[in-house]
């Protein structure tokens, strides 16, 4: 493409960018997804905060077990902590429980909790709680006391037995399996099949590729909105008078990633000073995300530098440009907004294969049956890659020199699609009449390579009064403005 044919580019991006800043949805939409964001840490805290205050001191002011095993634990220790500091435990004779059941009942607004210890002949431990009908007793409440002393009562049982604690962690390790196969030799040859990954790496590898299909589609959508709408109300015609059609579109695609990079920017703001609000109000542990699962994230992005995360970043940003080139054939293809749903259909579909490849690897690495070989063929595929890569490279799953291939060749498609799209373009944005299918936006290409490397006697038009200068007229109906 020569110089001129991206004259006036910086002239569509300012226009684009302003109308779609002025648009009432985006404004709307992003002043409400910073409020959500906004309060999301500190709403997440309070409601942290007030479970804890609920269930900081149990409501129980007295449990009294009757044990019939002969056991002989001693339950003076049964409940401490912080939760049960006001809480008396006392142990009476087994005979006794039926009567205190009868004389709990009769009381009044009592706090008292009974616990009957058998063990039945059916072989097992019986741990009966009972309160009072009118006891002011919440059942969450009781049921976490009940749960406490039940695991009181697992660890007691043991010790009474003279096992130690060591002994008993020993016990209580878990317990593995696995089938290895043999040679024809004999030998034993372990399986090959690796572990799965983690459910919070799992978390993150699909939280990537929803990312990425948002961003994708953001921009996607807004770059086919536009056209089409400039399309049906004769707009275009008017811009086509100052800036050649690829100006038009590289303007366009320009302005759409630029308000995905304003709204993500936004959104990343607003979880910063929503993550600043929540610890200064509620303090560095009501964060809104608990200690154990924040360090464990942390973890898994130790090795990250900023190598890892520029190139991650690129993949994101090439293959948003990639789509956002597709999502712009696919507008300029339709003529009415009525038929736009019809027109994306291509557009669609490729966004869908490309996410959906994405969640059933992550699927597949979760349960351990997908080699590395797989995972890097998906990250290297321009349709999977950036939705795959990205997550995957952070992790570690992929190493650098699977990344940077898989830069390249999707750089390589995008330049592809480009200039796929500098041939065809300038008919399709002229076009007017029923949707293009496929074969017809390459029947265009055709023709139009076909006029450059034999030129004639220029149509009336510019474009070709026949779409690009060949001897077919795609669609039924199709005519050049």
């Not at 009118?134 to 006391?145: G, N």
């Not at 990633?257 to 609000?277: D, K, P, R």
Request: charged share 20%; aromatic share 8%.
């Amino acid at each position: 493409m020569r110089r001129n044919e991206y004259a006036g580019w910086r002239e569509v991006f300012l226009f684009s960018l302003k109308q779609e800043m002025k648009q009432k949805s985006f404004r709307g939409f992003l002043i409400l997804m910073c409020v959500i964001i906004l309060a999301y840490v500190p709403v997440s805290a309070w409601l942290q905060q007030k479970g804890r205050e609920q269930t900081r001191a149990t409501e129980v002011s007295r449990l009294t077990v009757y044990d019939e095993t002969g056991l002989g634990i001693d339950y003076s220790q049964a409940l401490e902590g912080e939760r049960y500091e006001d809480l008396r435990v006392a142990e009476e004779p087994g005979d006794g429980f039926a009567s205190h059941v009868q004389v709990l009942e009769e009381s009044q607004g009592s706090t008292e909790m009974l616990v009957h210890v058998t063990y039945e002949e059916a072989g097992y431990f019986n741990l009966t709680f009972v309160k009072a009908a009118t006891a002011d007793l919440k059942d969450k409440d009781c049921d976490q006391l009940s749960r406490d002393f039940e695991s009181f009562f697992q660890d007691a049982r043991i010790r009474v037995v003279d096992v130690n604690q060591e002994q008993l962690d020993f016990i209580n390790q878990p317990v593995e399996s696995r089938v290895e196969r043999t040679t024809q030799e004999g030998e034993i040859t372990p399986e090959e099949d690796g572990e799965g990954i983690s459910m919070t790496e799992y978390y993150v590898l699909l939280a990537g590729i929803v990312i990425v299909m948002m961003i994708v589609n953001l921009s996607g959508g807004q770059i086919a909105l536009s056209i089409v709408t400039e399309k049906s109300t004769k707009v275009v015609e008017y811009l086509m008078i100052n800036v050649r059609p690829m100006a038009l579109i590289v303007g366009k695609i320009l302005a759409a990633l630029t308000t995905v990079v304003i709204q993500f920017a936004a959104y990343g703001v607003c979880y910063l000073l929503s993550a600043t609000i929540g610890r200064l109000v509620f303090g560095n542990a009501q964060s809104g995300v608990d200690a154990e699962g924040q360090s464990g994230i942390m973890e898994l992005f130790a090795h990250v530098n900023v190598g890892t995360l520029l190139l991650a970043a690129a993949m994101i940003l090439v293959g948003v440009l990639f789509f956002s080139i597709v999502a712009g054939l696919a507008g300029a293809s339709v003529s009415r907004m009525e038929e736009m749903a019809e027109g994306l259909k291509i557009y669609q579909l490729l966004l869908v294969v490309g996410s959906y490849v994405g969640i059933f690897l992550c699927i597949m690495q979760m349960m351990g049956n997908v080699s590395d070989v797989v995972v890097n063929i998906c990250c290297i595929l321009p349709l999977s890659a950036p939705f795959v890569m990205p997550a995957n490279l952070l992790l570690g799953k992929v190493g650098v020199a699977t990344g940077l291939v898989s830069l390249a060749v999707v750089i390589v498609c995008t330049a592809a699609l480009f200039s796929f799209t500098a041939r065809v373009y300038e008919s399709m944005i002229f076009y007017n009449g029923n949707v293009l299918k496929l074969k017809d936006i390459l029947q265009i290409a055709k023709n139009r390579r076909a006029a450059v490397q034999n030129p004639g006697p220029a149509a009336p038009g510019g474009a070709g009064g026949n779409l690009g200068g060949g001897r077919v007229k795609p669609g039924k109906g199709g005519r050049t403005s």
